[in-house]
């Protein structure tokens, strides 16, 4: 099936390839190579055999420009969706449709964020701001060889600015809608000879600008604000064949939990409420949140002379988060529960979590032997990880506390290799094998009695993963290649909430993919046009999957047989004309769950419509997509320039994207459906010859209101974006 399907893409591949080997001539400046550092050194992205996008400059910044977190990632790059239940604390990755719905702390993420090289694990720490950047690499497709640990999706590859021996830096700042505000500033330069620092930080503010309406509880009045620090330092020194980096990094933030909205959507439809108003809503409930982390990198690089490299990565990351939410989302309790701001019953819950994780790295990279080059190391990864959580009844006082320790450990042993044949011809390979270790330990007091506490359940698995791929030459502008990659997630013990309803400590096996990928990297005009192309399919067995809400609230981790993917991607960049800078991405991704036997509990209310088989009250998903996989996802981008006779310009840049409908649960429902979203954004500004651009910006332009994803165990609660917000800025370069 797989094969069959993935040969219908392979026609729509050839076409594609038809467009990269007759695009007709273009006039303007020449472009700059795109570099990356997907293979763990610094390649020009078309010699690199795997679906890789870059996002760096201008692009980054006015991304962020509203003060956006690490969710402004989504669908800026082919296949990738981000989403969050918690807000700014908990972002959630998904790559050509592979991620996880899971809501716990404890919960593993088949997309792997690596921020400055360290992998990050808990999904807490996969939060910390994008400022002071140099590039984003969005990695597609298992990574099961070179990088950390827990790559079957992908990985999202973040690479901070670094420290420079030229003295310089910037400084932004800009104002909008509902008092945001955003501060971004950084200065490098040189301390002494061979030493050089950098320190960047950002500022990001909104007030509350959600009124909560309810006359009850112990809610807060305005919802949605919050003020979010973060800080780097950086420190880098070379002498001789020696250099290293340190890296040290905090963040504070002060806010509110994401909003949930009773009665979001209307019975039978997907669409909202009547009298919905994305500035209003009614809880009761407690509505808190709050979050600290620091960390410390140290990359430690000594050369063998006629030999290679040997690179030391260390990372260290702490944090402690205290969130506490109104999950029923409303203030009146009714049967049915249907319209805004209606639910079954009150239910709050919360606690505060405190993820330790410390990883070392040893690799060395050897340098080139004729034709062939290789690379081999050792990785450990150690995590510990406390948490709590509570329960709050209908007047805010806790009536659970259920306490959990975990820690877990991996250990990886890896080795890639590149033999070149012939000058045209390029084959790199590796291996990647990991042992995992995870313990949890439950104690406290749940909301039911009949749980029998402390508990203690442990979990371990191995595996062997890796990636061979061919790169040919087809001319000197393009290249063509084909891939093979494993790529593998441990297994896993889920108990939050399964403690505050039920006496079992789910287990799961590990997750194994094996993902085929071709693809087409081209150049034309002296880098005045990129584009890239690629098709891939992929299996995967013993998936991880959680079924999240029900009529228990559970979170409850199951593996389904397998399940299928393949899709279609491109990438372009293009310059047709001086002064103007348009770049494009989109993508196809089909998935389904392929398991006849595997069925997962249905909204709880009863109020929900449900499409699937319903067989002894469980919901039957063989068939179905996977949850946060739209088909298709695109982006768009232009910016143009209109240069000035005294060095400055006058510019309009602006962006949009795109993404198809999606299943917000493992079942599928009408109500629970989210509808297509397409949001842009626009700004216009002067820079001037010196480096100073004054700007007005509006993110969502259109004003697009949607769900992004739901609560369906009390009601038919959602979650929704943020509305259109209009600012100013000036940023200063120097």
């Given at each position: 099936?797989?094969?069959r399907?993935?040969a219908?893409?392979?026609?729509?591949?050839?076409?594609v390839?038809?467009?990269?080997?007759?695009?007709p001539a273009?006039?303007?400046?020449?472009?700059?190579?795109?570099?990356?550092?997907?293979?763990?050194r610094?390649?020009?992205?078309?010699?690199v055999?795997?679906?890789v996008?870059?996002?760096?400059?201008?692009?980054?910044?006015?991304?962020?420009?509203?003060?956006?977190d690490?969710?402004?990632?989504?669908?800026?790059?082919?296949?990738?969706?981000?989403?969050s239940?918690?807000?700014?604390?908990?972002?959630?990755?998904?790559?050509?449709?592979?991620?996880?719905?899971?809501?716990?702390?404890?919960?593993?993420?088949?997309?792997?964020?690596?921020?400055?090289?360290?992998?990050?694990?808990?999904?807490?720490?996969?939060?910390?701001?994008?400022?002071?950047?140099?590039?984003?690499?969005?990695?597609?497709?298992?990574?099961?060889?070179?990088?950390?640990?827990?790559?079957?999706a992908?990985?999202?590859?973040?690479?901070?600015?670094?420290?420079?021996?030229?003295?310089?830096?910037?400084?932004?700042?800009?104002?909008g809608t509902y008092?945001?505000?955003n501060?971004?500033?950084?200065?490098?330069g040189?301390?002494?000879?061979?030493?050089?620092f950098?320190?960047?930080?950002q500022?990001?503010?909104r007030?509350?600008?959600?009124?909560?309406?309810?006359t009850?509880?112990?809610?807060?009045d305005?919802?949605?604000?919050?003020?979010?620090?973060?800080?780097?330092?950086?420190?880098?020194y070379?002498?001789?064949?020696?250099?290293?980096?340190?890296?040290?990094?905090?963040?504070?933030?002060?806010?509110?939990?994401?909003?949930?909205?009773?009665g979001?959507f209307?019975?039978?439809?997907?669409?909202f409420?009547?009298?919905?108003?994305?500035?209003?809503?009614?809880?009761?409930?407690?509505?808190?949140?709050?979050?600290?982390s620091?960390?410390?990198?140290?990359?430690?690089?000594?050369v063998?002379?006629?030999?290679?490299?040997?690179?030391?990565?260390?990372?260290?990351?702490?944090?402690?988060?205290e969130?506490?939410?109104?999950?029923d989302?409303?203030?009146?309790?009714?049967?049915?529960?249907?319209?805004?701001?209606?639910a079954?019953?009150?239910?709050?819950?919360?606690?505060?979590?405190?993820?330790?994780?410390?990883?070392?790295?040893?690799?060395?990279e050897?340098d080139?032997w004729?034709n062939?080059?290789?690379?081999?190391?050792?990785?450990?990864f150690?995590?510990?990880?406390?948490?709590?959580?509570?329960n709050?009844?209908?007047?805010?006082?806790?009536?659970?506390?259920?306490?959990?320790e975990?820690?877990?450990?991996?250990?990886?042993?890896?080795?890639?290799?590149?033999?070149?044949?012939?000058?045209l011809?390029?084959?790199?390979?590796?291996?990647?094998?990991?042992?995992?270790?995870?313990?949890?330990?439950?104690?406290?007091?749940?909301?039911?009695?009949?749980?029998?506490?402390?508990?203690?359940?442990?979990?371990?698995?191995?595996?062997?993963?890796?990636?061979?791929s061919?790169?040919?030459?087809v001319s000197p502008?393009?290249?063509?290649?084909a891939r093979?990659?494993t790529?593998?997630?441990?297994?896993?013990?889920?108990?939050?909430?399964?403690?505050?309803?039920?006496?079992?400590?789910?287990?799961?096996e590990?997750?194994?993919?094996?993902?085929?990928?071709?693809?087409?990297?081209?150049?034309?005009?002296?880098?005045?046009?990129?584009?890239?192309?690629?098709?891939?399919?992929y299996?995967?067995?013993?998936?991880q999957?959680?079924?999240?809400?029900?009529?228990?609230?559970?979170?409850?981790?199951?593996?389904?047989?397998?399940?299928?993917?393949?899709?279609?991607?491109l990438?372009?960049?293009?310059?047709?004309?001086p002064?103007?800078?348009?770049?494009a991405?989109?993508?196809y991704n089909?998935?389904?769950?392929?398991?006849?036997?595997?069925?997962?509990?249905?909204?709880g209310?009863?109020?929900?419509?449900?499409k699937?088989?319903v067989?002894?009250g469980?919901a039957?998903?063989?068939?179905?997509?996977?949850?946060?996989?739209?088909?298709?996802?695109?982006?768009?981008?232009?910016?143009?320039?209109?240069?000035?006779?005294?060095?400055?310009?006058?510019?309009a840049?602006?962006?949009?994207?795109?993404?198809s409908?999606?299943?917000?649960?493992l079942?599928?429902?009408?109500?629970?459906?989210?509808?297509?979203?397409?949001?842009?954004?626009?700004r216009v500004?002067?820079?001037?010859?010196?480096?100073?651009e004054?700007?007005?910006?509006?993110?969502?332009?259109?004003?697009?209101?949607?769900?992004?994803?739901?609560?369906?165990?009390?009601?038919?609660?959602?979650?929704?974006?943020?509305?259109?917000?209009?600012?100013?800025?000036?940023?200063?370069?120097f």
């Amino acid at each position: 099936m797989l094969s069959r399907k993935s040969a219908r893409l392979a026609v729509l591949l050839g076409g594609v390839s038809t467009l990269v080997f007759a695009v007709p001539a273009m006039a303007q400046e020449e472009g700059e190579e795109v570099i990356v550092t997907a293979t763990r050194r610094s390649e020009a992205a078309r010699d690199v055999p795997l679906a890789v996008s870059a996002i760096s400059g201008e692009k980054l910044g006015i991304l962020n420009s509203s003060g956006q977190d690490i969710r402004l990632l989504s669908g800026r790059v082919p296949s990738l969706i981000a989403e969050s239940s918690f807000g700014r604390t908990y972002p959630r990755f998904y790559i050509r449709g592979l991620g996880n719905t899971d809501y716990d702390v404890n919960a593993a993420q088949p997309v792997s964020v690596v921020y400055d090289d360290v992998a990050l694990e808990n999904p807490i720490l996969k939060a910390f701001p994008i400022f002071d950047v140099a590039s984003v690499e969005v990695l597609r497709g298992p990574q099961g060889t070179l990088f950390g640990r827990n790559t079957p999706a992908g990985v999202i590859k973040i690479n901070s600015a670094k420290p420079s021996d030229v003295f310089g830096g910037f400084g932004s700042a800009s104002v909008g809608t509902y008092g945001s505000t955003n501060l971004e500033a950084a200065v490098t330069g040189p301390l002494a000879d061979g030493i050089n620092f950098r320190l960047s930080g950002q500022i990001q503010h909104r007030d509350d600008w959600v009124e909560n309406t309810a006359t009850t509880g112990v809610a807060d009045d305005m919802l949605e604000g919050y003020t979010d620090r973060a800080a780097r330092a950086q420190i880098s020194y070379k002498k001789g064949n020696f250099d290293a980096l340190f890296n040290i990094h905090a963040r504070s933030l002060d806010g509110t939990p994401r909003v949930f909205r009773a009665g979001l959507f209307k019975q039978g439809s997907n669409d909202f409420s009547d009298g919905f108003d994305v500035e209003k809503v009614a809880l009761d409930g407690v509505t808190s949140q709050s979050l600290s982390s620091s960390g410390v990198g140290i990359q430690l690089n000594y050369v063998f002379d006629g030999v290679g490299t040997l690179h030391s990565i260390t990372g260290y990351e702490t944090a402690k988060v205290e969130s506490s939410g109104d999950i029923d989302g409303g203030d009146t309790y009714t049967y049915p529960p249907l319209g805004l701001n209606n639910a079954l019953f009150p239910s709050s819950t919360g606690g505060i979590s405190k993820p330790q994780e410390l990883s070392q790295e040893v690799r060395f990279e050897f340098d080139p032997w004729g034709n062939v080059s290789a690379q081999a190391g050792v990785y450990f990864f150690e995590q510990k990880l406390y948490y709590n959580e509570l329960n709050y009844d209908g007047a805010g006082a806790v009536n659970a506390n259920v306490l959990h320790e975990n820690y877990q450990t991996n250990y990886g042993l890896f080795v890639s290799g590149e033999y070149k044949p012939t000058d045209l011809l390029t084959v790199r390979g590796g291996l990647r094998f990991s042992a995992d270790r995870k313990t949890d330990e439950i104690s406290g007091t749940p909301v039911l009695t009949g749980v029998t506490l402390p508990a203690e359940s442990t979990v371990r698995g191995d595996n062997v993963s890796g990636d061979l791929s061919l790169t040919y030459e087809v001319s000197p502008t393009t290249n063509i290649y084909a891939r093979i990659a494993t790529g593998y997630l441990g297994p896993a013990i889920q108990d939050r909430v399964n403690f505050v309803f039920t006496p079992t400590v789910p287990t799961v096996e590990e997750q194994t993919t094996t993902s085929y990928e071709t693809g087409i990297k081209s150049v034309y005009f002296g880098r005045k046009l990129t584009l890239d192309a690629s098709i891939y399919g992929y299996e995967t067995e013993n998936l991880q999957l959680t079924a999240v809400g029900g009529s228990n609230n559970s979170a409850k981790l199951i593996n389904a047989e397998k399940a299928i993917g393949y899709g279609l991607e491109l990438d372009l960049t293009a310059k047709p004309i001086p002064n103007l800078l348009l770049t494009a991405g989109a993508s196809y991704n089909y998935t389904e769950i392929q398991d006849p036997t595997l069925g997962v509990g249905p909204c709880g209310s009863g109020m929900c419509t449900v499409k699937d088989p319903v067989v002894g009250g469980l919901a039957m998903i063989d068939g179905n997509p996977l949850p946060q996989a739209p088909k298709y996802v695109a982006n768009f981008t232009a910016r143009y320039a209109w240069p000035l006779e005294n060095g400055g310009q006058v510019f309009a840049y602006t962006d949009w994207f795109y993404r198809s409908e999606v299943n917000f649960f493992l079942y599928e429902a009408v109500e629970f459906e989210g509808k297509p979203e397409f949001i842009g954004g626009l700004r216009v500004g002067y820079l001037t010859d010196e480096g100073t651009e004054f700007a007005v910006f509006v993110r969502n332009i259109t004003d697009e209101i949607r769900a992004e994803s739901a609560i369906d165990f009390n009601n038919l609660t959602g979650m929704v974006n943020d509305p259109r917000t209009f600012g100013i800025a000036v940023r200063k370069s120097f």
